[in-house]
Structure formats: structure tokens, C-alpha cells
């Protein structure tokens, strides 16, 4: 049996690697996503104060430079039992949509686009950001790359920094804005519109309106029906900073729905020996092995996730957006994963829409960030929606707010199986006869793409609690008196 | 015009923010590109593969970062790829300078670390007690392999040899500017430095009493965590008895977190001449404690001293990694 293997996958953050076996006539007979990396993070985090968290844990990633952040800050809320005030709220919802922005952006325009724009078959060299460039003219680029650079500079005001930002506060935030700084905020909104419609006309002039293109997004090859998990509003709306997470099964009907601490009775992570990275399934429905269809335990999440779980979006040109994006397709839910790179672009421009609404609340400029502090409770779970979908972060602590446990459950993590399936999926579609060369090698790599992996953060793996311990009590006589285990 | 300088990206045990501080140079990037070619950029932006790493002449690029910590016989070797094919080559970022925070992962050892991810969590099922394997035969026929494991986390020094660091987690984008003129035009510091300012957090921090006239810098009376309490928007951290790492980290992020009233923690790595960033910090905390009490208090606050001053740096310093 023959053996492909496209090493390092390229495109994405973190380190994975695809391996293809062709049988004797050169067909695809299995392929495989493998994950070839494993640091080590929720053991170390053993130890640190609590609000010493989020801004530790956000190095799990770079792109998603404000997820594990968000999440372990939400976390830490209900360590000390608070809930942010108003307005720290607010705050935290403004710094959370101009992420979206940027992270968005990126992939969009930096991971995902350059297929398209460049073109899937184009020479390896030129499928990339600087291609992008050349294609569409620097000019283009530098407004792009200028107005996506006012979201990092909204994320950079409020969060601190550029990316690994610090400003999270148990029940607050520890930045406040001043009336000048509000209304840079307010002009650049208008700027992060301007870049999400600009982006969604590049999404409909150059792939929309393509026929090829459109066989791609539409047709069967990368087609991937599973289950689907994502947060909804009290509407049913899509919601990202907080929301109750709802499933929905292959033909859309709704399975499930939980809230905070309850994730445990609904997810479970199966350890495979080929790989770094655990493959979550529905843990109500057991392990069915990597298959899709009727009868799969294994669910998405991300942007075509939160789209075929909810209504609509909460603002009225990107809910507009999302009419037509199922109009297009036709069904609910969506499987073809090229969906993805379109919902993502939707929303950018729910998010900027968000921004502007947010500069705009008079309660904004308050100095009212910071609740006080309640009781430590020893226990927090914080669960929002990552650009890349469901993330869970759940801590325990001591009664000083030490952390003593932790359990992180990542979006990427969660698309283990999907991803797996989609690879298998247009290997097997693309790989005929044994023809294989970049051009075809990269529609594999396509098939991942759109789940915007980030391998960083699904291995941030090593969890923590305590170290296998055994101590034995022995009395003035050397007779075991004792033993305490903590394994 | 000058010939472009070939520049090339590696990314490691990181997390890819490194080269998102590339990406936000934003429209600053279009112009960069005029002085410089992107050779190779993997995993996260072109579609290079290590194959075309490996064939490329050596010294073919000119100038190569790579960031993240090194964990896997799989760095190692591209390490030494990178390093062959490079005329400078720079650790980029407190990963590849200091080991970075999942360099702390090194207080604890690989079995320990294995059995909590693959076998001790609420969510994980491995009804077999199975862990990943360097090799593995999948149904009797398909054979994959994966990276091996190493027992410590090391730095990007401690493997090859580095030409210059740069520091920051990750590195302000108006510092990656500074750098990489400083590349173009070839104002570079001595082999083995830090491309940095030279100043400390401190230095260019607007709360600092000593750049503020007529105020003197007193010690530190008590020790507080963020939670305590609200800090003052424009004074000393230190003076208010919160711990910042501000008099002994690089300031080239121009005092970032303290803009937002939050401690400086030592992303920026040590200043010029100092090895060991974590011992240096510890021993300037304590020197500025008041006395035995708020020593206590430090303590008693921060239970784990290693994982709070060598929150960046642990592979770096000389404290034994597992007790």
C-alpha cells in the first residue's frame, strides 16, 4: 500500500500532518488527520492564582489571541461567585467583537481566501497572503490589511495588548474608556463595516459568482453531515460571549441544549493512538467510530455550526446576510463545509455592526467596571463561542483562589472527527488512479481550511489535578496507621 | 534598488502569535514587502513543505525567526534544518528566547503529563488506557507515525546556535518594525544579544515616580493580588503593593499592560546582561520588600513562586526543573 503524506499541513496555526493510503490501483483507500503536537498547559496553570489565568492560558493561542482569555475570565467570575457589572460586561463584549474582526479577517484573507483569489491549483508559491496581494494589487491589500489592523487596535486599547491581552478582572474589567477614546472607537466601526461588506463581495465576485468555484462550495467532495454544537441567545439567536449551547443533529432537529458545568454530561473526548488530539463525540449517543451521516456521534462547531443552530443574528445587515446564505443553499442545516469561509465573512460584519452599537452605548464611557468580589467558590466554568467555535475552560481552586484542577475543551478539538472525515472525504474525491501532484494534494488541504484549525489550542492538551500521591502513615511501632491516596 | 532580504518563518512549540505580530503590522506589511521576500513561512501562512525547507541550498535565506519552545525530536531536526539554510537566525519571541510559558510545563514529567491528558479528565473516554504512539499500525495496515515526546521543554539556543533574540509574547508590532529596519538597513547588535531598546518597562512607563519630577521610589510596603482591591490609574504599581515585573523586563512593548492597570509579568525577556530573568526578579522584588512581614506576604499570595517569576523563562534559568 502507497503512502502519502502532506507534511506540515500549511495554512493554519499549529502543526498537523495528512497521511493518504493508496490501494494497488492508486485509489484512496483511507486517509488520516493527525495532530503532531502536545505541550502541556492545563498542568502548569496548577498552582497560579486564578485572575493570573487568563492572561496565561491566552498563549495557548496566537490567532485566537482573545478566546482562552475570555473563557478562563468567565471562568474565574464564578470562582468568586460575581458577575461582571453592566458595564464591564459591555466592555468585555466590545474587546470580544473586535477579536472576531481581526481573527476573521485573518483567515479569511490569509488562510482561506487564497485558494479561491490565487486559485486552488495555482503554483504552491503564490497561494498565500503576499499572492493574495499581488492578485488583487497592494493597494487593495493595504486598505485591507489597514482597516483590519482598527480592530487590533480596539483589542490593544481595552485588552492591553496587541495579542495575549491582560485587562480581565474577576467580575470586571480593569480598563476603562475615556469619551475621546469612545469615538476612535466609533470611527474605526464604521472602517471594520466598510472591510466586512468589502469582504463579502470579494467572497460573492470571486467564488459566488463562479460556476467551478460554486461546485466546490456546493457539491458533494466536501460534504461532511454530522451533528452540530453552538451557543444561542435567549431568541435563538446566534450568540458568542455567552449564550446556552444547543445541539442539532444531522437532518437539524434539536437534540440537546446545557449550560455551564453541565458540558460534562455531554461531551466526551476519545483517546486515539495515531494522534496527539482527542476526537470529542456526543457522549449521549457513544462512540460510533469517524463516520458521518444517519447515525454519527461526532458534531461540528464553528461559524456554519452556529448558523445551522440558530435563527438569525441579532444585527440587521448581517442577519440580512444569513437569510441569503441559506437561501443560496437551500436546506437547514448546512453540511457543505465550504459554507464555513461564508458564514465566517457574515460574521465579521455581525461583529463590526456589534462594535459600532457597543461605541455608541452612552454607558460605555462609565467607570462602573468592577463588581465586588464575592465569596471564593473553588469552582468556575466559562464557555463562550471562539471564532472557531464551542470553547470550554473549567477550573477548580482552593479557598484562596489557587488553582488546583482545570479542564479545557477546545473548538478545533471538537472538529477532530469532521475534519478527519472531510480529508478522507476529498482525498477519496480528488485522488484517482494514482494521479496525484500540489494541485490535487492542495484540494485535500482545502478540506480543512474552512474549520480554521487551530492545533495550538487543541493542544494545549496535558490536564491537571493533582499528582498521583500516596502517603503512608505509620505509627511509633512502623504500623501503617494510614494510607492516603489521591489516585 | 537593494536585492529584496530573504526572510524566512518557522514556527515550533508556539502558538503562532509570534507571526500574527508580523500580520499586524497591517498596512506597514505591504511596504515591509518591498524590502524583503517571504523564502518560507510554514506552517502558518504559505504552502511550503519541510521537503522544500530541506532542499533548499544552504544559507539560501538570509534571515530566519523561528518562534516556540522546542518539545519534539520533530523541532529539533527542523531546527537544524532552519539553522543550515540561514545565514542569521533569530529566536523570535519568548518561546524560542526563553522556553515561554509552556515552558513551564517542564516542572512536571512526561508520564504524569500523558496520564492526565489521555487518561484523567472528566471528558476523556480511552476505554483501552491507550496514549499516542511515535509509531502506530491502525487496523493491521495503515502505519503512521508521530513526533516523539521529549522529556523537557528546551529553547531555541539550546539546540542550535542563535544569532539574536527578540523578546515580547508576543513582540509589539511597533517592535518588529524597529527590528526589522534594523535588519534592513544592518544596524544589528552584537552576535548573541537581544535586538531590544535597551530600556526597561519601567523606564518608559508614565507611572514611574522616578520619571515623574521631585518623586523618589519608596519600598514596598505590603503585597497585594489584582483582586485586591482597585489600583490607582497613574501610579506605581510596586508602590501600591502590587508585584510588576516592570524594573527587570524589556520595555520595547512600551509599558503595554500598564496601560490598562495591570502588572507587567516579564513577556519582554531580561535586560542586557542578565541570564537568568527569574532569579534577577526574584532577587529585585525581595530587595524592595519592606521587611520580613511583606516578605511573608509575598508568599502567602503567590504560592508558587516559580510559576509566577519564571512565568516566561523557566528553560532558561537555573532552578532545577522538577523538585
Given at each position: 500500500m502507497k503512502k502519502i503524506e502532506i507534511?506540515?499541513?500549511?495554512?493554519?496555526e499549529g502543526h498537523g500532518k495528512i497521511a493518504i493510503f493508496l490501494d494497488d490501483s492508486g485509489n484512496v483507500d483511507e486517509a488520516f488527520f493527525q495532530v503532531v503536537e502536545f505541550r502541556g498547559f492545563e498542568k502548569f496553570l496548577?498552582?497560579?492564582?486564578i485572575e493570573e489565568v487568563p492572561r496565561t492560558v491566552s498563549t495557548i493561542c496566537g490567532v485566537c489571541r482573545g478566546v482562552h482569555f475570555t473563557a478562563a475570565m468567565k471562568a474565574s467570575d464564578g470562582v468568586y461567585g460575581v458577575q461582571p457589572t453592566r458595564v464591564a460586561r459591555k466592555l468585555r463584549e466590545l474587546f470580544f467583537n473586535a477579536h472576531y474582526v481581526e481573527d476573521h479577517a485573518v483567515i479569511l484573507y490569509?488562510?482561506?481566501l487564497p485558494d479561491f483569489v490565487v486559485g486552488p491549483s495555482a503554483p504552491a508559491a503564490e497561494r498565500n497572503v503576499v499572492g493574495l496581494i499581488n492578485a488583487v494589487g497592494a493597494e487593495i491589500g493595504r486598505e485591507v490589511l489597514k482597516k483590519r489592523g482598527y480592530a487590533v487596535k480596539i483589542f490593544e486599547m481595552l485588552g492591553?495588548?496587541?495579542?495575549?491581552?491582560?485587562?480581565?478582572?474577576?467580575?470586571?474589567?480593569s480598563k476603562t474608556l475615556n469619551e475621546m477614546e469612545r469615538e476612535q472607537i466609533e470611527g474605526w466601526a464604521h472602517e471594520l463595516i466598510d472591510l466586512s461588506k468589502l469582504t463579502l463581495k470579494v467572497f460573492g465576485d470571486v467564488i459566488l459568482s463562479n460556476p467551478g468555484y460554486m461546485e466546490l462550495v456546493t457539491?458533494?467532495?466536501?460534504k461532511v453531515p454530522v451533528n452540530y454544537m453552538g451557543s444561542v441567545d435567549e431568541n435563538n439567536m446566534v450568540a458568542l460571549y455567552d449564550g446556552t449551547q444547543k445541539v442539532v443533529g444531522v437532518g437539524g432537529e434539536e437534540l440537546y441544549s446545557y449550560n455551564g458545568m453541565e458540558y460534562i454530561d455531554y461531551i466526551s473526548e476519545r483517546v486515539l493512538p495515531w494522534t496527539y488530539l482527542k476526537m470529542p463525540y456526543l457522549k449521549k449517543m457513544g462512540w460510533k467510530d469517524i463516520i458521518d451521516g444517519d447515525g454519527t456521534s461526532l458534531y461540528s462547531v464553528g461559524p456554519l455550526a452556529r448558523f445551522n443552530v440558530?435563527?438569525?443574528?441579532?444585527t440587521p445587515l448581517a442577519n440580512e446576510e444569513f437569510k441569503t446564505f441559506f437561501k443560496t443553499f437551500?436546506?437547514?442545516?448546512?453540511?457543505?463545509?465550504?459554507g464555513y469561509h461564508w458564514a465566517r465573512a457574515i460574521e465579521m460584519l455581525h461583529c463590526s455592526e456589534n462594535i459600532l452599537k457597543l461605541a455608541r452605548d452612552?454607558?460605555?464611557?462609565?467607570?462602573?467596571a468592577r463588581a465586588p468580589l464575592g465569596e471564593v467558590t473553588g469552582e468556575g466554568v466559562g464557555i463562550i463561542e471562539a471564532p472557531r467555535g464551542t470553547l470550554i475552560h473549567h477550573y477548580n481552586t482552593d479557598d484562596q483562589g489557587i488553582v488546583t484542577d482545570a479542564n479545557i475543551v477546545v473548538a478545533t478539538t471538537h472538529n477532530k472527527g469532521p475534519i478527519n472525515l472531510a480529508v478522507r472525504k476529498a482525498a477519496k474525491h480528488f485522488i484517482k488512479d494514482g494521479n496525484v501532484d500540489d494541485g490535487i494534494l492542495n484540494h485535500v488541504e482545502m478540506a480543512f481550511r474552512p474549520y480554521d484549525l487551530c492545533l495550538g489550542c487543541a493542544t494545549h492538551a496535558v490536564k491537571p489535578g493533582s499528582s498521583p500521591v500516596e502517603i503512608n502513615i505509620y505509627d511509633s511501632s512502623k504500623e501503617l496507621k494510614q494510607s492516603l491516596k489521591n489516585f | 534598488m537593494a536585492e529584496k532580504i530573504k526572510l524566512g518563518f518557522l514556527l515550533l512549540g508556539g502558538c503562532a502569535g509570534c507571526e500574527m505580530s508580523v500580520v499586524d503590522l497591517s498596512e506597514k506589511l505591504v511596504d515591509t514587502l518591498e524590502h524583503v521576500e517571504i523564502a518560507f513561512w510554514a506552517p502558518t501562512v504559505a504552502d511550503v513543505k519541510y521537503d522544500d525547507l530541506e532542499n533548499m541550498?544552504?544559507?539560501?535565506?538570509d534571515v530566519a525567526f523561528i518562534d516556540g519552545m522546542i518539545r519534539l525530536d520533530e523541532h529539533v531536526h527542523m531546527a537544524k534544518i532552519m539553522r543550515k539554510k540561514a545565514k542569521i537566525l533569530i529566536a523570535y519571541g519568548v518561546c524560542s528566547a526563553?522556553?515561554?510559558?509552556?515552558?513551564?510545563?517542564?516542572?512536571?514529567d512526561k508520564e504524569e503529563l500523558f496520564e492526565k491528558a489521555f487518561?484523567?479528565?472528566?471528558?476523556t473516554d480511552n476505554p483501552d488506557g491507550v496514549y499516542p504512539q511515535p509509531e502506530c499500525l491502525v487496523d493491521g495496515k495503515y502505519d503512521l507515525t508521530l513526533p516523539k515526546y521529549q522529556d523537557k521543554v528546551r529553547l531555541l539556543g539550546q539546540v542550535v546556535d542563535v544569532d539574536y533574540n527578540i523578546g515580547g509574547c508576543p513582540p509589539h508590532y511597533s517592535h518588529v518594525e524597529a527590528a526589522i529596519t534594523a535588519l534592513v538597513t544592518g544596524?544589528?547588535?552584537?552576535?548573541?544579544?537581544?535586538?531590544?531598546?535597551?530600556?526597561a518597562v519601567c523606564d518608559v512607563c508614565e507611572r514611574n515616580p522616578v520619571n515623574k519630577e521631585g518623586d523618589n521610589r519608596t519600598m514596598m510596603y505590603r503585597v497585594l493580588r489584582t483582586v485586591d482591591g482597585v489600583p490607582e490609574n497613574d501610579t506605581c504599581l510596586l508602590l501600591q503593593g502590587y508585584v510588576c515585573f516592570?524594573?527587570?523586563?524589556?520595555?520595547d512593548c512600551g509599558a503595554s499592560c500598564l496601560h490598562v492597570n495591570t502588572p507587567c509579568?516579564?513577556?519582554?525577556?531580561?535586560?542586557?546582561?542578565?541570564?537568568?530573568y527569574g532569579a534577577q526578579a526574584i532577587s529585585s522584588i525581595g530587595s524592595i520588600l519592606k521587611d520580613e512581614t511583606v516578605t511573608a506576604q509575598l508568599k502567602e499570595k503567590y504560592p508558587n513562586l516559580s510559576k509566577f517569576f519564571y512565568r516566561y523563562s523557566l528553560p532558561s534559568g537555573i532552578l532545577p526543573k522538577k523538585m
Open positions: 507534511n506540515p499541513m500549511t495554512r493554519l496548577v498552582g497560579l492564582p490569509a488562510l482561506g492591553g495588548k496587541p495579542n495575549h491581552p491582560v485587562a480581565a478582572i474577576p467580575g470586571g474589567w457539491g458533494d467532495m466536501y440558530a435563527d438569525g443574528l441579532s437551500g436546506t437547514k442545516p448546512v453540511h457543505n463545509i465550504m452612552p454607558e460605555i464611557t462609565s467607570d462602573d | 541550498e544552504d544559507n539560501a535565506i526563553l522556553g515561554g510559558t509552556a515552558g513551564l510545563g517542564s516542572l512536571h487518561k484523567n479528565t472528566p471528558t544596524q544589528l547588535p552584537p552576535k548573541g544579544s537581544y535586538i531590544t531598546n535597551g530600556k516592570g524594573p527587570m523586563t524589556q520595555g509579568r516579564g513577556c519582554g525577556g531580561p535586560l542586557p546582561g542578565v541570564e537568568d
